[in-house]
Each structure stands twice: as structure tokens, then as C-alpha cells.
């Protein structure tokens, strides 16, 4: 589109115009005008672009040297402040030997693209003049010179850090969140780089990584260890530079300081500590105390809300050691747990405890003596923790330390065979040591003894024991040469078992049981002999214990919804003490969980009261005496009701006689009464789609049908019945189909069979005779099996029309029929009185064939056109239909279609010639044949005549022209 730039004529022929855009090209051009008006415009211009004079750029600015080494120098500097008015797309780097006039280029490239240039391949020392140059399209600019001579060598600056604004200040991150440093670093040589944390090992913990301009700290996964100050260290020969980075953790608490346990007595004690040194950037809001025994593997809390740093505990058994642990809590959860370093024991101050009793010599060798011991009465309120035995030779006259044992039997060996020895034996407690009880003095050399039996480490002859105890009855003696030693019991030898083992020592043998049972009572007895005789001591042991379980079955009597009486046997062993009682459990789960009835039953019976009824219960029973309870006797299930349950569901429930104001409903009685007679029967109805039942019979009812008034005239009604007996209400039954509460449709009239083959019969019927209030939309057809007896619907869905052929059906099978009718509301009438018997068998007739009146013993038609023949077949069974022309089969396709049925016909849509000839219908069924034929011709335009044209008898007035018919 093309504008005017002047408004006025302008009278030179040249003119300035300035709106012009920056980047566009333009096409000007000019016309003359004189008085008689504007000539012609000129031809357009050579397009013009929009721009400023272009030029050479200007010099590039800040030309410096970055850095220098032995061999290179690296430069920078900034583009020019004018671009000549042509895109830079390059800069050339010259350089001078300080000696020379001459400058050569100091890179291989024909141009820099960068504002920036490492020149390589210098001489080190050699001073060197640069200067830099900009080059745009129209060539190369003013150069700029670097400042100075400059000299390769290796530059010196000490490290440089620079910390990101938020390292500055404290850095805080959640616990489990990663934790991640970057700095910059600068140095000339590049700094060593050290990164140190005083109570971390960063090397293991963090993973450090450094580059050419930077180092970087990552640790994966903080906790609250990470918490403190980060320092960083460079160091170069120039110098050294450190910066700090402090990092808070938000995590739970570290472990509490200094645990420690004072003022302990026997049933309490102070636990102090101090708060722990990482709080996990959060205040400790409480203190957790935990405590346990040492053979314990769990921990008992003991305060969960301590808000101080010290707490009293005053619930600790007495004589029991005892650990304690402390766990800080914060905002963030529950921290490490610090422990005391040993067991305590709860216990008062203790005095020394009383020397040890009946320190004797049991065994003497040439280089040794066994000595044993009994434990002191009284041990100064501590337990007794070792035993200190010493040892005096008599030519010596000074005490000497043998060990400090637990036990009550030790032998100091290495004596010197035939010296005089004393020994002496004292308790140590916890806080004290008793004084000493000696023994001897006595050769050490080799001693012979006859047998002698101690049994004063068994309380008595006859033992009575608790069954289910482990028992260690140890018999002392002394004999020397070493003695055979036999344990007996009864009449016969022992037989050691995996209860019931026996244990031998220089001085002693020690008969072992391991829950001793009833069956190890008896008779035991031990011989110890050697050469020199023999000695044999015994004891008799009685074993009592929990009596055997009661003798079942267990019976149920009195069943009710409420109660059960039990009754059991005692059991066949009392345990050797008289029955005490019997304890009665309930289980209502199948033995899940149990429930105490009673533990003081005296007889072998209980009336068990407090049942729900219905609910099904286990019971459980077992004798007691003095020594405990024994096993139980588990009985059968039982449930707690009546003998007779209520009856079942009422089946089959259905509304029949239905109208808009009254219905009869109608069931059958359930085919289990529970074991009681039913006494009646409720009815219940409700609106389809609603929750809440009406009942229909205030009152039970004992007939099987009932009436129900008071409906809304077109709503949907469902029916449900329950019985009742001695038991209460049985079972509901499923609902009756939905019933409409409309005055009922009438059943089709007039239903009879208009035609029977060996497989099918169609039926016919007219309307009904009233609607129900709604159009009759379509029927319902059942048939009857004589052989079968029920109806049978003989097709899904509903019948619109009037008449129906059942197919499927059996020879020689006798059916009747009958139709229902369903209006548009749903409701379906009554059926129809069935029709009479009809036994499924063809009828023959013979059959029949004649063309439609419009069809004349000869068809002419045009070609192209179409035209059908059409004709009426009778016959029973149906007649097979077969159509020919000229006596050859036509097959039905899309020109020529064939239909078949009561009116058979042969449409052709365009008719040809050859659709000429005679065309014959042939019906045939076993009764015979019938056929029926017509001629059709197809007229057409005739053919050219045949060549070729002769022409004879030429003269003046004419000739003889002669051809060929078509």
C-alpha cells in the first residue's frame, strides 16, 4: 500500500522524510502536477533499508591481562560501545615483541569470537606488547592496547573464598535431609583444600569433592551429629584463608551427659543427669526414665513426663540389680538413650558379713589341698559377691593370697610336697570383708581314706516334694584311693535318663531331677566304696502335685436361653492332697479367650447363669488342691437356648386377586418348624423403594392366606411372612414379587389353534376385554406338557401381536396352551382357560398354486423395464416352491429377486432379452405337485439391418437398392 509523505507540493526535486521504522526496506517514488492536474507516478526505487550509516566499530574497551604463567598470557576486555552499525562477529588479537615495531597475530583462528584469549607458546620473561581489534562486515576497527609491557611468568595470589549469602548465617536443615556446601575458590597456585568438622570424621561421613575453581561438601543424610561449625581451610604458598560455616539440625535429642546413681537403698534410689550436649536444635520439652533387670531384655518405662534432670525411684525389690536408662524428648520425638555403666543394687548400707561355716579339708595330694566351706549365716545386709582364700606356710609365718572365688569348694595347688600348711577362708560383700576362719595346719602329701557318706546336705530321710521341681541332692564323702560310686533305687540299679542324671566329684555325687514327676517317688540310695570298704547312705522321696484332670464327658442338663447345668467326674489322681475345689471356665469364641465362672465349686456339678441366649459356649473344668490347679477337661460346644428353635422361612409368598383397593397373599408353611408346632404367622407389607413394614395382621394368623386393604391406588407393594412358635419369631421369608395396586387386567378372549404341524401350533386370540386401566402392551404364551405337568413360558419378553406359533415342539407330544396379557403398568392378568389338547402331528393337503390376477398367460413388457410375477400357494405341510424359466432353475439374486411363502413372486428390476421365455412355478409337498407357467416377451428396437447396401439398375430416374435383415 502505498502513502503519501507530503502534504504540500514541493517544488525542488528532492526531499528529507524522517518517520521511517529501523530495520525496514522501503520503495519510494514521485509524480509531477501542473495546472491541468496530477501525470503519472515515476517507477518505483531500488528498495531502501531503514538503518544508520554503517561502518568500521569502534575500539573494543578495558582490554586487560587476566592472568599470566611461564609460557601464556590470558586476556580480556569488553565489546566496543559502537558496532559501526554492523553486527561484531569476531575480534583479532595482535601482540609485539618489546624489541620490534611489528605486530603479528597472536592466535591461529582468522578471528576471536569470545571476549577473552589464552595466548600460548610464549617465552618466559620475554616482555610482549597486545592490542586488540573488533571486525565487523566492513572490516576491522581501531585497535585498543593493553596497558604496559607484559611478562609470561607464573602469577602469585593467596586463596580466595567466596561464601554464598546464605552460608554466612546459620545454616538449618531437618534431620534425614541432605546438607550440600558449594564454594568458589581462587589461589595462585590453587590452594590445598581441607574441610574439618572437630567432632566428625568427614572423610567417612561426608563426600568431598574439588574442581579447578571450586570445592563442594554433600552429606546424604543429615542427623543431629552434623550439628556444629563446618570450617574450611585453603592454603597456598601465598597464604591462608578460613571461613566457617555454621550448620543447625533439627533432629530428636542426642544422649543425655553424666548418668550416675546415688542415694541407694533397698527399695529406692536417685538417677541425675546432665542435658545432653546436641538437643537437636529444639528445647528438650520432658525426660524418659527406663528401667530393667540385667538378665532382662526389655526395658520397663518408669516416668514418661520428668521435667527435671534428676528423679527418686522408690518401687525396687529388694536384693535385685538393677540398670536404668535416660531418653531426652523434643518437638521432633524421642532421643538416643544414655545407660548406667553397671548394675545397682537395691539394697540398705551394708555391714561385713559373718565368716563362712564348716571350713574343712576334703582332699590332700602331695602338691595340693581341696578345701570346702558352707556360706555364713548372716551376710551384712549385701549379697555375698566372692570368697577370699589364703594360704600360710608354716616355716614362713606370712599370709599369702591364693584367688577370690564364688564358689564354696576351691583347690590351691602348687605346695611344696611334705611342708606344713595353714589355710584360711573369708566372706567379701559388696562393701565389706569378714574376718577369717582358718583350718589346719596340714602335710601336703599323699592321704588314704575308708569311705565315709555326709548326708547332711539333704534336710531329711523322707523328702516330701512339689511336683514339676528340679531337684539336686548332693551326698558328700571321702575315700581315697578314688571309689567306685553306685546309685540305687528301689531293689535295682538307677537308670539315668534325660530327667534324671547323676553327677560325680572327688567329694561328692549329686543326684539330679528335672521336673520331678509322681512317678520318681521311691527309695534311693548311694554306695561309696573303694579297697579299703565301703560305706552307703539312702533317703525316700514322696512327690506330691496338681491333681490329674476331671473324668468326662462333660453333660449339659437344663439347657435354657439363660442357663446350663454341668456335671463332670472327680479325677482319677488328687495330686496326694484332697480336692480342694473345682474351677469352671467359659469360652464364647470357639477357646479364644476364657472367662472365669467359678473357682470354688465343692461338688461335681454347677448351674452356669448369665447366658445370651443364642450365643454358642464352650466350658472348661479342672480340680485344685494345695499345690495348684491341674490340667483341664475341655467339653463339647453347646448353645444356650431352648430345645426347639424357631421355624424357618415361610417360602413361595405371592399377592393373587389383586385390585386397587384389596389383595390376597398367600404362602407356604416352611419345611422345618424348629422342633415346635408354629402357632401362627405375621404378614408385612411396604411401598417398593421404602425401609418401613407395615404389618397386615395385627395378630398372628394359623391359615396360610390372608387380606390386605387401605393401597394407593397405582404404587408398588411387597409382601413378607414370618412364624412364630414356642421359640419366638422364626425367620423372614424372601419378599413377593412387587404387586401394583390397580384393578387387574382382563385375560385374551377367544384363544384357539388355527394350525397344527408335527413340530409347532399357532395360536390366535383377540383383546382382552377390559385394560386394567393401562393399554395392553403385549402377551405372555405358556404351554403344558402332558408328559411334564408344569407351564412353560415358550419365548422371552411379551407378544405384541395377536397370534403366536410355538415352535420346538415334540410328535406326537399332546400340549394345551394358554396366554396372559400385560397392560403398560405391568400387571398381568390371569391366564386364559387352556385350550384344548392338540397332539403335534402334520395334516396333509395337497398343494396349490395360481398367479395373481394381474398376471396374464402372456407377459409382454419393454426392455429395461421392470415387472414382477406374483402367485398364491396353499398346502399343508408348506410346499416347497421352485421357479424356472425355459425349465432352468432361477436362483433369487439382487436383479432378480425370488420371494417365498403363501405369496411367492420374481421381481426383476430392468428386463432384457434374455429375460424372454416361459417361467413355471412348482410347488410340491408329500401329498403331491402343482405347477403354474406363464409366457413373458421382452420387446426391443430391432437391430441395424445387415450389410452390405447393393445398389443395381442405376439409370436417370432411379435404382434398385437392396440389404440384409437385422
Known sequence: RWQRINRALVKDTELAHEDLTEGLEYDFRVAAENEAGRGKFSPPCMPVLARDPVGKPHAPQNAEVLETTKTSVSLLWQPPVSDGGSKIYGYIVEKRDETTEEWKKAHSLSTIKQCELVVPDLEEGKGLNFRVSAVNEHGVGEPTQVEGIVFPRDMAAPPECKLDASLKRTVTVKAGVPLRFYVPVRGKPFPKVTWVKDDSDLENRANIEISEVATQLVIVSTNRRDAGRFELTLENPSGTKTVGINVKVIDTPGPVEHIRVRDVTRNAAVIAWAPPLKDGSKSITHYILEKKEPSRRTWTTQDANIVKTSYRITNLVEGNNYLFRVLAVNDIGIGEPAETPAPILAMDQVAPPEPPRKLQIVEITPISVTLTWIRPDFDGGSRITSYLIEKMETTKGEWERCTAINATRYCVSDLAPHDEYTFRVSAQNVGATSDPVEVGPVVAKEQIYEPTVDMSQIPSDVMVVKEGIDLNLPVLFRAWPKPKITWLRGLGELRESDSMITKNTKTSTTL?????????????????????????????????????????????????????????????????????????????????????????????????????????????????????????????????????????????????????????????????????????????????????????????????????????????????????????????????????????????????????????????????????????????????????????????????????????????????????????????????????????????????????????????????????????????????????????IIVSTEMRKIKYGKKTSLTIKHASREDAGTYKIIVKNPAGQAEVKTEVAVLAKPDMPAGPVRVTDIHPEGCVIAWEPP
Open 512 to 888: 539330679i531331677v528335672r521336673k520331678i514327676r509322681k512317678a520318681d517317688a521311691g527309695t534311693y540310695a548311694v554306695e561309696i566304696s573303694n579297697k579299703l570298704g565301703s560305706a552307703r547312705a539312702e533317703f525316700t522321696l514322696k512327690v506330691l502335685g496338681k491333681p490329674s484332670p476331671c473324668n468326662g464327658p462333660v453333660d449339659f442338663e437344663d439347657v435354657s436361653p439363660e442357663s446350663i447345668t454341668l456335671t463332670w467326674k472327680p479325677p482319677d489322681d488328687d495330686g496326694g492332697a484332697p480336692i480342694s475345689n473345682y474351677v469352671v471356665e467359659k469360652s464364647d469364641n470357639r477357646g479364644i479367650s476364657w472367662v472365669y465362672v467359678s473357682s470354688n465349686v465343692k461338688r461335681c456339678h454347677l448351674r452356669v447363669t448369665k447366658l445370651t441366649e443364642n450365643k454358642e459356649y464352650i466350658f472348661r473344668i479342672s480340680a485344685e488342691n494345695k499345690f495348684g490347679v491341674g490340667p483341664t477337661l475341655k467339653s463339647d460346644s453347646v448353645v444356650a437356648k431352648l430345645p426347639f428353635d424357631p421355624p424357618d422361612a415361610p417360602t413361595n409368598v405371592q399377592a393373587f386377586d389383586t385390585s386397587k383397593a384389596q389383595m390376597s397373599i398367600g404362602w407356604e408353611a416352611p419345611a422345618n418348624d424348629g422342633g415346635s408346632e408354629i402357632t401362627g404367622y405375621i404378614c408385612e407389607r411396604k411401598e417398593r423403594g421404602s425401609r418401613r413394614w407395615v404389618k397386615v395382621t395385627k395378630y398372628p394368623i394359623k391359615k396360610t392366606v390372608c387380606q390386605s386393604t387401605g393401597f394407593n391406588e397405582g404404587s408398588e407393594y411387597e409382601f413378607r411372612v414370618y412364624g412364630i412358635n414356642a421359640a419366638g419369631a422364626g425367620k423372614y421369608s424372601e419378599m413377593s414379587y412387587p404387586v401394583i395396586a390397580r384393578d387387574p387386567v382382563g385375560e385374551p378372549r377367544d384363544v384357539k389353534v388355527v394350525d397344527i404341524t408335527r413340530a409347532s401350533v399357532t395360536l390366535a386370540w383377540k383383546y382382552p376385554s377390559h385394560d386394567g386401566g393401562a393399554r395392553v402392551i403385549g402377551y405372555i404364551v405358556e404351554r403344558l406338557n402332558q408328559k411334564e405337568g408344569s407351564w412353560v413360558q415358550v419365548h422371552g419378553g411379551v407378544i405384541k401381536a395377536q397370534h403366536f406359533r410355538v415352535k420346538g415342539l415334540v410328535m406326537n407330544e399332546k400340549y394345551c396352551f394358554r396366554v396372559i396379557a400385560k397392560n403398560a403398568a405391568g400387571i398381568r392378568s390371569k391366564p386364559c382357560d387352556p385350550t384344548p389338547l392338540v397332539i403335534c402331528k402334520d395334516e396333509i393337503i395337497h398343494p396349490k398354486v395360481s398367479l395373481d390376477y394381474s398376471v396374464k398367460d402372456k407377459t409382454e413388457v419393454f426392455v429395461n423395464k421392470p415387472f414382477d410375477i406374483g402367485a398364491a400357494v396353499s398346502g399343508k405341510p408348506e410346499p416347497e416352491i421352485v421357479w424356472t424359466r425355459n425349465d432352468r
